[in-house]
């Protein structure tokens, strides 16, 4: 029996076969269905399945995708995957609950998570989960790659009206975003999605590398606010955060070690 799982973020699409090395795995475009909509989120599913199942379907998948943990939108992309054709069980679940899974098992303990979102998940002596964050890029989601590069934007911003120091930041971002000066850097970012905003992380890492002060601070402030979410997440599973046994996941902690060492 051969079944595939596909792990969806904001950013990027991860393809994992079951057994390990059943099938070649990939990487594709990631959707988000709370900020794109379920149709966008059905449509990029369809170009992966397609492409990864072939004439051979696996015996089931698992979707993890981000935004996925609301059980009717859950709902609506499994209809519309079937819909579309796809015949072989599709289970669709949070990002969440996949991650804790993953890391837990059902054990205590506590899993960080930051990619283009971000979220802290701790499962008590009971077996409970406790989650904290994860609400979304406008009311959440911070230390997130999307935080982190919006919190480097908002410094430019602050330099250029005389509110905050000088940074490098500056004409790096600018020039990165393709933005006609710092000035429209807030026009440019706002009609893009988070997973493209997110993308320009490394620029922020390679200015903090160089010796800005101000993106230092960035990484820095987006570090403690990963660090209070696990801590709340352990409180709220009942469990004392220091000593406990921790996990980091997400593409900004498991591949930016700068951040993860700051966390």
Known sequence: ????????????????????????????????????????????????????????????????????????????????????????????????????????????????????????VARGADGVLHRVGGRGYLLGDQGSGYDLVRRAAAAVVLALDGLGPATALTGALTGAFGAASPARLGAVLQQLPTGAVAAELPVVLRVAAAGDAVAGEVLAQGAEALALLAAAAARSAGLEPRGLASHLGGGVLLHVPAIAELV
């Open 1 to 120: 029996m051969i079944c595939l799982g596909l792990d969806v973020g904001g950013t990027s699409c991860r393809a994992e076969w079951w057994p390990a090395g059943a099938r070649p795995c990939g990487v594709a475009p990631g959707v988000q269905p709370a900020v794109q909509g379920v149709d966008a989120a059905v449509a990029g599913l369809l170009r992966v399945l397609r492409e990864l199942v072939g004439a051979e379907a696996p015996a089931a998948a698992v979707v993890a995708m981000a935004g996925a943990g609301d059980p009717r939108i859950a709902n609506e992309i499994r209809a519309g995957l079937g819909a579309a054709g796809i015949g072989f069980p599709v289970a669709v679940v949070g990002d969440v609950l996949a991650a804790a899974a993953a890391a837990l098992g059902e054990a205590p303990g506590v899993l960080l998570w930051s990619g283009t979102g971000s979220f802290a």
